[in-house]
């Protein structure tokens, strides 16, 4: 038998429910941690937005999460761990995984891609 360890990602998942919940300051807490001690931090993130997209873009939320998401990102203690080029990396890297029909509803809210 071969034996392996197999990575389940889920931060994505617990960020998500504490924007939900309106816990932002924890969900800040939780990215600032996961970014010093997590190997599969920039997946995580990139998992969080693209599931805020499809989200937003199905009308899954209300309020919908996708600009909380964007906000806890690129604000506070998010911006001492994802600079804004590492940012706009993880957005294109979403945005590669997205249909196109979904571009409208992440670039309306983080910008035109230059």
Known sequence: YQVG??????????LRWLIQ???LELAAD?????SQHLALFRESIDLLLYSAVESDYRKECHPP???????LLRTGKS????PTQAFA????????????SR????????????
């Not at 360890?5 to 617990?14: A, E, L, M």
């Not at 999460?65 to 906000?71: A, K, T």
């Not at 571009?103 to 230059?114: A, K, M, R, Y």
């Open 65 to 71: 999460i996708l600009p909380l998401v964007l906000n």
């Open 89 to 100: 990396s993880i957005v294109v890297s979403c945005a590669r995984k997205l249909e196109t």
């Open 30 to 34: 939780v990215l600032l941690q996961s």
């Open 21 to 23: 919940a309106e816990r």
């Open 79 to 82: 911006t001492i761990v994802i």
């Open 103 to 114: 571009w409208d509803t992440l670039f309306n809210l983080v910008g035109s891609p230059e």
């Open 5 to 14: 360890v197999r990575v389940q990602p889920s931060t994505h998942g617990i």
